[in-house]
């Protein structure tokens, strides 16, 4: 395994695409394998998305389906078909047709808007340079009230995405509409906003690495989870986004994203610029200088690449096409070293190449040692940049729950501490309880001698007060019979006194 330098500068040209008038409500992809939908996480599944019953061979633009909310052609007029598609074209590839009202069918005034319409829009030819971020950032007025948005490719278009986005009303949609459409998408572009109301969105085929499965409708699985904040895809809490490689996300958590590229497969759909010879605009038979990056066509074409040689001086080319160097003063390709993966040394790299006494010509049997090297270069790349987000989200998930973690050590020392409070409350409450309680024994006690007390004299008053009630008793017998010793005495000094006077 070797690991190839190579230095390649390619000077970018803005193409302009003509937009088409399309027309389509939004519907669910058809289901991945399991082995894909394991491998890819956040791949949409959301209810508003059921999957087709099967591949449909073709799609029939005149007709409608019944997918989205009820069924299809509820315009009641006629209505464009344009052909999409969604996924990762390597990996899988989800074919449709859209169903969309034209532009004449359509105008501001709520009375002219089509009949039968749904709260159903796509945006329509979106630049590829405008991330979803850009876009969420466009529309956050109306934000609280997209349920899901879904990007998709429109055939014809490369450099260019369409966006459907259904809405939780239809008042909310007819405001959409007249607030965005024809509205530049930022003051420093010509690029407006181009939205038409979608009829009816059918799903014709699907297309992976392995074969899709007819799982039955009735079965239920787990609701999917964000990959960036891991709650759950719930349109009742949050709007969807679904990205162009059917990877689903909260729209809150997408529109912090800046990056092009979806956070999960990293899978962009903004198409790398095709290199053109600057002078002549040809593609063919290109050289680059590795000085300045000129790009000029070869002997073949126009040799333009040569004239920048003489005009420079700069001697070294680079073949796009072979990734060979050519050195216009040795008039031969340069001997280019490589780095051994295993030991480390610098290793020749052999080649076979038959080139013109011009030093415009080109190898014409393929390097595979170079093809070799360039693929492992590749795949060297994309698993580092893989372990590096692996190793982001990692330490990002460790942050989250040591989070957590302190935040749950917080709540449980500040529950220890109120119940330690709680409970010197309680023991000094029991403490005046009971001392309140040895108070009231000392005085019960006090209060049981003080009885026994005053009962022993209860009984001793009692033996004295007999005694005098019978001493009083005896007095007055004494008393009765002195009295009535008197009383006879009295009477016989009566009858003494009379018996003297009458003689």
Known sequence: MFRVQLYKIQKKKKKKTKILRPCFP???????????????????????????????????????????GGGGGGGGGMT????FSSGNPRIEETRGVMHLFPDDAV?????????????????????????????????ASFIHHILEMRIVRTDGMEDRYSILIRMDGQD???????????????????????????????????KGSVEQPQTSPVATSEQPSCPVCLERLDQDTSGILTTICNHSFHISCISKWSDSSCPVCRYCQQQPEKSICFVCQ?????????????????????????????????CYSLELETQRVWDYAGDNYVHR???????????????????????????????????????????EFIVKEYEDLLDTQLENQKLYYETLLQEFEEETEREISEAVEM???????????????????????????????LMANQGIWKAKLLEAEERERSALRAKDDKIQQLEEELKDLMACLEEGNSN
């Open 172 to 206: 909310s949609t007819d405001n959409f509409y007249r607030y965005f459409n024809g509205r530049r998408f930022n003051s420093l572009e010509v690029e407006v906003c181009h939205i038409l109301y979608t009829v009816d969105v059918q799903y014709t085929g699907y």
């Open 337 to 379: 070293l490589i780095q051994s993966k295993t030991d480390g040394k610098l290793v020749a790299l052999n080649s076979h190449c038959v080139h013109s006494t011009d030093g415009c010509g080109s190898c014409n049997c393929a390097n595979s040692g170079l093809n070799e090297a360039l693929l492992t270069s590749k795949v």
């Open 423 to 453: 409970a010197l409350g309680t023991n000094s409450k029991v403490q005046k309880k009971q001392a309140k309680l040895d108070e009231c024994v000392r005085e019960k006690k006090f209060l049981d001698e003080l009885n026994e007390n």
């Open 80 to 83: 464009q078909a344009f052909c």
């Open 26 to 68: 939004l519907h669910k992809k058809p289901t991945m394998s399991s082995s894909t939908a394991s491998a890819a996480a956040g791949t949409s599944q959301e209810e508003s998305f059921p999957p087709p019953p099967g591949p449909v061979p073709a799609a029939d633009p005149a007709s409608t389906s019944s997918s989205l």
């Open 107 to 139: 105008s501001s005034s709520s009375s002219d808007l089509p009949v039968g319409r749904k709260p159903l829009i796509c945006v329509f030819g979106v630049p590829d340079h405008m991330t979803y971020a850009d876009f969420c950032r466009f529309c």
């Open 282 to 314: 040809t593609s063919e038979n290109l050289w680059m200088c590795v000085i300045c990056g000129f790009v000029g066509c070869g002997r073949y074409k126009g040799g333009h690449a040569r004239v920048h040689w003489k005009e420079t001086h700069h």
